[in-house]
């Protein structure tokens, strides 16, 4: 394989693990419940993205034809992780969590 | 019209060849036919199930949009890292309430997905009456600027694709 075809998919890995990590840092030091929802949707997209971009170029390169199945991983992440999110906060909504002082705005009540 | 009784969803047919072809990894003729003959039974088989089938009007403007979407989510995700990464960044989270007009529960799906795929926002509820979504930001300076984004941004294409949705 080209050198340099390994150089861009070692790129992409870096870069996927890279937003994991950060998106795990995010769950450890955002303060309240609300704000380390955040931290997952980074590294579902992002993150899962790099690697996905990565195994892609790295098995289409290797002569067995254009290899994409792969896409469909990113396709059903994209549908699941908003839901799986969405229920999160649904949960949290209904326990009353404690929010951080900083938070503009209270969520209603309903 | 004759072609709507025999495809009565083209975009679902299209997407579903679309997935089979992924899934079987294997673009030869054959592999083709076997996911146009699939696209083509399941919407007409599963027809009866659909209580509001979504109408897409413009596929060819959804599929810019979901492209400047991918984009957006790149940005916003360097966004967010840096505030993670950055000991000194002073967040100022807060829960927008954001109306909307959408009617088409797909197009709302898709919106309250959106949103939540964006790192920096997630979708936290919708009000009852379904006009208003609930908006938790990890860091917001000017909420009207917020809800203004998101509404020209994502919710007027929405709105100009699923155009004649709304029943």
Not at chain 2, 2 to 25: D, E, G, T
Not at chain 2, 102 to 118: P, V
Request: charged fraction near 20%; glycine fraction near 6%.
């Amino acid at each position: 394989m080209n050198s340099w075809i390994e150089a861009l998919v070692a790129l992409f890995l870096l870069a996927g693990s890279l937003f994991a990590l950060i998106g795990a840092i995010g769950l450890y030091r955002l303060p309240d419940f609300f704000m380390r929802l955040h931290a997952p949707t980074k590294s579902t997209t992002l993150g899962v993205g790099g690697m996905v971009i990565a195994s892609l170029i790295y098995f289409s390169s290797r002569g067995d034809g254009l290899s994409l199945h792969e896409l469909l991983i990113t396709l059903f992440l994209f549908i699941t992780a908003p839901v799986s999110a969405h229920m999160l906060a649904k949960a949290a909504l209904q326990q009353k969590v404690r929010l951080s002082d900083k938070t503009h705005g209270r969520p209603w009540e309903q | 019209m004759k072609a709507r009784r025999w495809f009565p969803q083209p975009l679902l047919s299209l997407s579903l060849l679309v997935v089979w072809m992924l899934l079987a990894n294997d673009f030869s003729l054959g592999q083709c036919l076997l996911g146009a003959l699939l696209g083509w039974v399941i919407p007409l088989v599963t027809e009866v199930f659909w209580i509001n089938p979504p109408r897409v009007d413009k596929p060819f403007k959804l599929c810019l949009f979901f492209l400047r979407v991918l984009g957006d989510i790149v940005v916003a995700n360097l966004e967010v890292a840096r505030l993670i990464l950055n000991p000194k960044a002073e967040m100022r989270p807060a829960f927008v309430e954001i109306p909307i007009e959408l009617e088409d529960e797909l197009a709302l799906t898709m919106l309250a997905s959106i949103i939540s795929l964006t790192p920096g926002t997630v979708t936290a509820d919708m009000s009852d009456d379904r006009k208003t979504l609930l908006v938790h930001a990890l860091d917001v300076a000017d909420e009207a600027r917020l809800i203004r984004d998101i509404k020209t941004r994502y919710e007027a294409p929405l709105l100009e694709v699923f155009a004649c949705s709304t029943t």
